[in-house]
């Protein structure tokens, strides 16, 4: 069974940062393409960044310069830095993936999400 | 990158069919075959219901199907029922090789 725990989240003030992970585990994780989307309170999804398999990266140009995506495979985990948060960061962030008849840039198993706060 | 647009309600009885658009650019929905829509309950993880415009998921009832015309995708559920009520997103691969997501749809069953 796929399963995807996010962690790290929490309340954090502007200009600050924080660094989630997202814990992958009933597939192979080094095989897939990992995604972060977020959700602001009330408000619909946004994608927010993807890495490859190969470690290639890209981002949404809200976070662009501000977020990095990382994996280590051999821990089964993925990771996003966050730098220089502002009050619209305020999310649940999800990490999401790919099953294998879909493929990217599908998500078919998604996290339970953990909140940020960015607020003084 | 800007949002796809979706309408941001749509309503209908049970048994009927609704239709939920998306639409996009030729950037996104209009250049790929990859257009995907996600289910979402209150308080939960979204969940994929169409890939790639037109495919279903295994377990994925078949009471929901997907389209495209130019840049516009369109998610259609037939025979509405009181457990369809949700939040609605789309989804486009895009030419710079990121993912947008639309506004969202909140479906009414009556």
């Known amino acids: 069974e796929v399963q995807l725990v996010e962690s790290g989240g929490g309340l954090v003030q502007p200009g600050g940062s924080l660094r989630l992970s997202c814990a992958a585990s009933?597939?192979?994780?080094?095989?897939?393409?990992m995604s972060w989307v977020r959700q602001a309170p009330g408000k619909g999804l946004e994608w927010v960044s993807v890495i490859y398999d190969s470690g290639s990266t890209y981002y949404a140009d809200s976070v662009k310069g501000r977020f990095t995506i990382s994996r280590d495979n051999s821990k089964n985990t993925l990771y996003l830095q966050m730098h220089s948060l502002r009050a619209e960061d305020t999310a649940v962030y999800y990490c999401?993936?790919?099953?294998?008849?879909?493929?990217?840039?599908?998500?078919?198993?998604w996290g339970r999400g953990t909140l940020v706060t960015v607020s003084s | 990158q800007s949002a796809l647009t979706q309408p941001a309600s749509v309503s209908g009885s049970p048994g009927q069919s609704i239709t939920i658009s998306c639409s996009g650019t030729s950037s996104d929905v209009g250049g790929y075959n990859y257009v995907s829509w996600y289910q979402q309950n209150p308080g939960k993880a979204p969940k994929l219901m169409i890939y790639?415009?037109?495919n279903r998921p295994s377990g994925v009832s078949n009471r929901f199907s997907g389209s495209k015309s130019g840049n516009t995708a369109s998610l259609t559920i037939s025979g509405l029922q009181a457990e369809d009520e949700a939040d609605y997103y789309c989804?486009?691969?895009?030419?710079?090789?990121?993912?947008?997501f639309g506004g969202g749809t909140k479906l009414t069953v009556l």
């Open positions: 009933g597939f192979t994780f080094s095989s897939n393409y």
């Open positions: 790639d415009v037109t």
């Open positions: 989804s486009s691969y895009t030419s710079s090789r990121l993912v947008v």
């Open positions: 999401a993936t790919s099953g294998y008849s879909s493929g990217w840039p599908n998500f078919d198993y």
